[in-house]
């Protein structure tokens, strides 16, 4: 049979092999292969939700073996280290256990057909000390491991007097004032309130823990119309949460935040959320032609301008959008358009007829801030405009993105299972991690 493999298992590229098992590998028409680096999946918008802690990711994580065998697909554990496009054979790197010790050794997979799917990293800029010190949100455990410092950085101050001065006793500086950071902002803040509810610490929630949001650019979400950036920093300066704007972060140590404008800030974390890159193994592809970002050049058909045999979207991809002139933005929504688009494409390339250009709609942008609120705009709206929305509305359609993604997984009656069973557990859990 015709082997299709799907290197990346994030939000599109879990829905492709999922879209594609049910079509094609149930009907033994084509076997399709998924290959990520980790054993489980976690849509990756949530990721600030976990380092809050607000989010349990053993509770909304997928084992890939198990969505493999319900869904007519293979599953390989391992990274993407190698290609060898005239063997047509990609590499995979050996995997290790937590001690070190090989579990999987290095070994060479074949495809007749090759998707990349594997996003983006955090982007750090060469800042001095940032990927050492700053904590990045690429991965669930990454998240956790915020979260945990988010935890120590209170029980240290309980521990310890607070000073005479009006300083906050914990300070956090989240880097960059994109979605993820304005989310993560929000959400840190109502965790502070939580966490001083259930008493694991005495300080004042709002006033002893700082959160400060630091963007280089003249104003925070700068990917979102102005409106929509004013309103999020109304709503953020209601939370207490400090807004720097037109700031480069020059340096980050283990306990400052060093700015180019000579500005010192303590801190007790660092969360960086200044910006993505493509991953550089990329660029190191047998000759695939990557873009100054290190993205893959993509045709309108998905295909690389390199090999017809490989495709790519994504974080990942490059991909041209005639009508605004530029490439498709790096999110979610453009990943869940991708999948879609290619499980009809793959169709019609096994029958040997030829493939459509994808076409890119942007339904619009949506910013959570925690139970609070959350802002955003929708594209097409009245007169084919864009609609801006705010307040328990845009709440509501916010969570229903994460819903989607369940009912593409799963169909739309397991996911209102799970809708329920979530929220039946949440009935009798705390309302965040406390450990």
């Known amino acids: 049979m015709h082997r299709i493999v799907i290197v990346g298992g994030g939000a599109g590229g879990l829905e492709l092999a999922t879209r594609l098992g049910n079509r094609l590998g149930a009907r033994q028409t084509a076997q399709i292969v998924l290959v990520d680096r980790n054993p489980t999946h976690l849509w990756k918008p949530l990721l600030h939700e976990v380092a809050a802690g607000s989010m349990d990711p053993f509770m909304h994580q997928l084992e890939y073996a198990a969505q493999a065998h319900w869904h007519h697909f293979k599953f390989q554990l391992g990274a993407l280290s190698g290609l060898n496009r005239v063997a047509k054979t990609i590499t995979l790197a050996a995997v290790n256990d937590l001690d070190g010790s090989e579990l999987l050794p290095s070994r060479e997979l074949a495809y ?18 940032a990927q050492q010190y700053a904590q990045a949100l690429d991965t669930a455990a990454q998240a956790q491991a915020c979260h945990r410092r988010l935890l120590a950085a209170c029980m240290r101050a309980d521990a310890n007097p607070g000073s005479s001065d009006a300083r906050p006793r914990i300070q956090i500086a989240i880097v960059g004032g994109g979605a993820t950071g304005v989310e993560l902002s929000a959400q840190l803040r109502q965790t502070a309130q939580i966490l001083a509810t259930y008493g694991l610490h005495p300080l ?20 979102l119309s102005e409106h929509v950036s004013k309103a999020t920093a109304a709503l953020l300066a209601k939370l207490n949460v400090e807004i720097m704007v037109n700031e480069q972060v020059a ?31 990329l660029s190191q592809l047998d000759g695939l032609a990557t873009n100054p970002r290190g993205q893959l050049k993509v045709h309108a058909t998905l295909q690389t301008e390199t090999d017809p045999d490989i495709f790519a979207f994504g974080d990942c991809a490059s991909c041209p959008w005639p009508e605004q002139n530029t490439t498709i933005p790096p999110r979610a929504q453009a990943a869940h358009q991708q999948a879609n688009f290619l499980r009809r494409a793959l169709t019609r390339r096994l029958k040997g007829a030829p493939l459509p250009n994808f076409r890119y709609r942007d339904f619009g942008s949506l910013v959570s801030l925690g139970h609070f609120s959350a802002v955003g705009h929708l594209m097409g709206g009245v007169m084919g405009g864009s609609l801006f929305i705010e307040g328990l509305f845009a709440r509501f359609m916010y969570m229903s993105l994460y819903r989607l993604h369940i009912a593409a997984l799963h169909g739309f009656i397991r996911m209102a299972t799970d809708t329920v069973a979530h929220w039946l557990r949440r009935s009798i859990s705390p309302r965040v991690k406390l450990h």
């Open 251 to 281: 340096s980050v140590s283990d306990k400052a935040l060093y700015t180019a404008s000579g500005k010192t800030l303590p801190v007790d974390l660092t969360v960086w959320a200044a910006g993505i890159k493509a991953p550089a193994i």
């Open 112 to 129: 007749d057909t090759l998707v990349i799917a594997i996003g983006s990293t955090t982007h750090f800029f060469g800042v001095a000390g």
């Open 204 to 223: 004042d929630p709002k006033h002893d823990i700082g959160i400060v949001l630091i963007e280089a650019g003249p104003r925070i979400l700068p990917a």
